[in-house]
């Protein structure tokens, strides 16, 4: 999340009528949001060229504490979007055609990144889990109020979770989908928000989910240029 920078400008001392001029500051440029889409060890992957529609950027992270350290953070996930881009936080998620990409980094158990615990292995569920998570701030119901929609997002959070946790019980489908021309198995579920589905792809795992797309006429591939989601 990029920021400017304003500040007040110092008034100056007048002498005989003159004036003094002050220029103005100018605001900080913002970030590149490339940048650590660039900086991950690990390919991204989008929709592959069957979609002919809109491509975007969503953001891209680091697992663990959120605590500033003295080491940069390797990255370990990232999503792209397709079609119509999410709505703001203030917006109510009624409606909508997207599809959004989650890719997430094979990484081992290790060291969170401020010393304080362990972080888990990456899995397939962790790819559910993201992308669970990603649909649900994508789409609650419109008609919440504020009060009760943090109950709302607490107890579908919660239940997410349990279900990315256990992908081969019966809250999920197989579904075989084309990586890269190849056909791979993953793990589906639809309800009432969306759609959610993960499996695996050479050197990542791959989450997604959407609305109004539907996801048996969908691929993925390895995105060669990433600048086809800046509008570059």
Same mark, same amino acid.
């Given at each position: &999340?990029?920021?400017?920078?304003?500040?007040?400008?110092?008034?100056?001392?007048?002498?005989?009528?003159?004036?003094?001029?002050?220029?103005?500051?100018?605001?900080?440029?913002?970030?590149?949001?490339?940048?650590?889409?660039?900086?991950?060890?690990?390919?991204?992957?989008?929709?592959?060229?069957?979609?002919?529609?809109?491509?975007?950027?969503? $953001?891209?992270?680091?697992?663990?504490?959120?605590?500033?350290?003295?080491?940069?953070?390797?990255?370990? !996930?990232?999503?792209?979007?397709?079609?119509?881009?999410?709505? &703001?936080?203030?917006?109510?998620?009624?409606?909508?055609?997207?599809?959004?990409?989650?890719?997430?980094?094979?990484?081992?158990?290790?060291?969170?990144?401020?010393?304080?615990? &362990?972080?888990?292995?990456?899995?397939?569920?962790?790819?559910?889990?993201?992308?669970?998570?990603?649909?649900?701030?994508?789409?609650?119901?419109? $008609?919440?109020?504020?009060?009760?929609?943090?109950?709302?997002?607490? $107890?579908?959070?919660?239940?997410?979770?349990?279900?990315?946790?256990?992908?081969?019980?019966?809250?999920?489908?197989?579904?075989?989908?084309?990586?890269?021309?190849?056909? $791979?198995?993953?793990? !589906?579920?639809?309800?009432?928000?969306?759609?959610?589905?993960?499996?695996?792809?050479?050197?990542?795992?791959?989450?997604? !989910?959407?609305?109004?797309?539907?996801?048996?006429?969908?691929?993925?591939?390895?995105?060669?240029?990433?600048?086809?989601?800046?509008?570059?």
């Amino acid at each position: &999340m990029d920021a400017t920078s304003s500040g007040a400008v110092g008034a100056g001392t007048a002498q005989a009528g003159a004036q003094v001029e002050v220029p103005a500051r100018r605001a900080a440029p913002p970030a590149d949001p490339l940048a650590p889409y660039l900086a991950a060890d690990f390919p991204w992957y989008g929709l592959d060229d069957g979609w002919t529609g809109r491509r975007w950027l969503l $953001q891209a992270g680091a697992a663990g504490s959120t605590r500033p350290t003295a080491q940069p953070r390797a990255i370990d !996930y990232g999503s792209v979007g397709h079609g119509e881009e999410l709505p &703001m936080q203030h917006q109510a998620r009624n409606g909508g055609r997207f599809a959004v990409v989650v890719t997430v980094a094979r990484r081992p158990g290790r060291r969170s990144a401020d010393g304080t615990g &362990m972080l888990e292995a990456t899995s397939a569920s962790s790819a559910a889990w993201l992308a669970g998570s990603g649909l649900l701030a994508a789409a609650w119901p419109g $008609q919440l109020d504020r009060a009760l929609r943090q109950d709302w997002l607490d $107890q579908q959070s919660a239940l997410a979770w349990d279900l990315a946790d256990d992908l081969a019980g019966p809250g999920w489908s197989p579904l075989t989908l084309p990586v890269n021309g190849l056909p $791979q198995p993953f793990r !589906y579920r639809e309800s009432a928000y969306g759609w959610v589905l993960a499996g695996e792809a050479p050197g990542v795992l791959i989450g997604a !989910y959407g609305r109004g797309v539907s996801a048996y006429g969908i691929g993925f591939s390895t995105i060669p240029d990433l600048t086809a989601y800046t509008g570059r």
